[in-house]
């Protein structure tokens, strides 16, 4: 019943197999503790979930490259925004941020 109400809100595999494995867990310590007399999820009728491992595709370099330059603009502009929003005073070792050339434009320094 549990497992076909899952599939039907189209739950993942691995989430189904955790709750299944939670529930086993807790009616083996009732059976150990003598509270039931048999776990009723080791029936033979009972349909056990099985655990799926996805492939794991790793980005070519290309795609990581330009998903760095895209964040590095992104933080660049959200830097600006609230630079110019807060006041902010810049420590002297900040020409040793990434983002020291931001924090100068956003000051009204110079590039």
């Keep these: 019943m549990l497992n076909r109400d899952l599939e039907e ?3 993942a595999d691995n989430y189904m197999y955790v709750l299944f494995s939670m529930v086993l867990g807790v009616l083996d310590s009732a059976v150990d503790d003598k509270v039931i007399r048999g776990n009723p999820c080791r029936a033979k009728k009972v349909r056990h979930p099985i655990a799926r491992r996805p492939k794991v595709v790793v980005w070519p370099n290309n795609r990581r490259i330009a ?8 933080l660049t502009l959200a830097m600006r925004f609230v630079l110019h929003s807060v006041q902010v005073s810049v420590p002297a070792k900040a020409k040793s941020w990434p983002f020291h050339r931001t924090i100068s ?5 110079a590039h």
């Design 9 to 11: 809100r189209k739950h």
């Design 67 to 74: 998903l760095l330059c895209q964040l590095e603009k992104v």
């Design 105 to 109: 434009t956003a000051r009204g320094g």
